[in-house]
């Protein structure tokens, strides 16, 4: 009985705690949310501005982390592309699916690279 006590003092908080992210874990797939920003100061022409400092620190940090990981890096750019499945998209060949801007290709999708091959991120 004792034995019994031991063993699931041992596995219950196993069970219990979730498996911890990685070291130095990003989320390489969307870039953080600063419209945020300017969703409720649309007539603030500095919320703008503020945005767009929130996107490129957020594009730097990531490529610091990515170069130093040995990853592709996302581009100081942030687009404003229209959103996978709509006539937009579809009409123009791009689209953005998932933080990522990506073009229409006969056989698939292709993501977008700037000059540098750096990956280029999006607001749908």
Known sequence: MR????LAGFL???LVHAQPSRYGDVSYSQPQDCSVITRDQRANPYAYLFRNICEQSDARTKQSVARIMGRPQPSTRVLSVPAHGTDDAKRHGVACMGGLVMLRLPNGWQQALDAEHRYYTCRG
């Open 12 to 14: 219950i908080p196993a």
């Open 3 to 6: 034995h019994l006590f031991f």
